[in-house]
C-alpha cells in the first residue's frame, strides 16, 4: 500500500510542476506577444508623428504660397480646411477599407505569428524533389 501512495504523490506533484510549467510558459508567451505588438505599435506611432509634423510644416507653407497669390493669407488657410474636409469625408466613408482591416490584420497577424510558423512547419509534406541523390538539380 506504501507504494501506491508513493506512487500517487509522485504523480501528483508531476502534475503539480507540469502545471506550473505550463502557467509560467503562457505568461512568457504572453509577455513576448504583447511586447512584441506593442513594440510594433509604437514604432508606428512614431513615424506617424514624424510624418504629421512634415504635414503640418508643408500645409502651412502651401497656404502661405497660395495666400502670396490670392493676396489673402486667412482665404488660403479657409481653402486648405476645405481640402482637409473634403479629404476626412473620404476617409470616413473608406474607414473600414483603408484604416480598421489593415490594424486590424496588422494586430493579428502579430499575435498569432509563432502558432502560424508552428503550423506551417507542421504542415510542411515530404516531397520526393527534395530528396538529392548526387544528381544536379536546377533550384
Do not use: C
Not at 81 to 98: G, H
Amino acid at each position: 500500500m506504501s507504494s501506491k501512495a508513493t506512487t500517487i504523490v509522485i504523480l501528483f506533484e508531476t502534475v503539480e510542476d507540469y502545471t506550473r510549467t505550463t502557467v509560467e510558459l503562457t505568461k512568457l508567451n504572453l509577455i513576448d506577444t504583447s511586447a512584441d505588438v506593442l513594440s510594433s505599435l509604437i514604432s508606428r506611432l512614431k513615424i506617424t508623428v514624424v510624418f504629421a509634423m512634415f504635414l503640418l510644416l508643408l500645409n502651412l507653407g502651401l497656404s502661405f504660397w497660395i495666400g502670396e497669390f490670392l493676396g489673402e493669407y486667412y482665404s488660403s488657410f479657409f481653402i486648405m480646411a476645405t481640402l482637409y474636409l473634403i479629404l476626412s469625408i473620404a476617409l470616413y466613408s473608406f474607414k473600414n477599407q483603408y484604416i480598421k482591416m489593415p490594424v486590424s490584420n496588422f494586430i493579428i497577424i502579430k499575435v498569432l505569428k509563432d502558432k502560424w510558423h508552428e503550423k506551417k512547419e507542421r504542415n510542411k509534406k515530404f516531397e520526393p524533389k527534395d530528396l538529392n541523390f548526387g544528381t544536379k538539380t536546377a533550384r
